[in-house]
Nanobody, 125 residues
């Protein structure tokens, strides 16, 4: 069984930065990709960013392009997301996800098999 544990959330002022981490554990953990999603109160969970585990190609939602950067450390089974120039509309619970199946649309929640418990990010104006 794979477990994903997020950390790094918190309260920050608009324009500030946060770095989220997601550490994966489990026997023979070998994802095809890992991603970050977020869910604001009263809204559906939405795609934020993803990275292909083997080749490192990255994908971003239009709303975060140029502000967020996803990266991974294969040796540590950890994915990171650096969030800069944060806006109040970035406030949400952020979830880490891991997908094991190949050729999946990484923008879709259904492409991921494992999820973390979430970490709260609050951006004050």
């Amino acid at each position: 069984q794979v477990q994903l544990v997020e950390s790094g959330g918190g309260l920050v002022q608009a324009g500030g930065s946060l770095r989220l981490s997601c550490a994966a554990s489990g026997r023979s953990f070998s994802p095809n990709a890992m991603g970050w999603f977020r869910q604001a109160p009263g809204k559906e969970r939405e795609f934020v960013a993803a990275i292909r585990w083997s080749i490192g190609s990255t994908f971003y939602a239009d709303s975060v392009k140029g502000r967020f950067t996803i990266a991974r450390d294969n040796a540590k089974n950890t994915v990171y997301m650096q969030m800069n120039s944060l806006k109040p509309e970035d406030t949400a619970v952020y979830y880490c996800a891991a997908g094991t199946r190949r050729l999946q649309d990484l923008y879709r929640r259904t492409s991921y098999d494992y999820w973390g418990q979430g970490t709260q990010v609050t951006v004050s104006s």
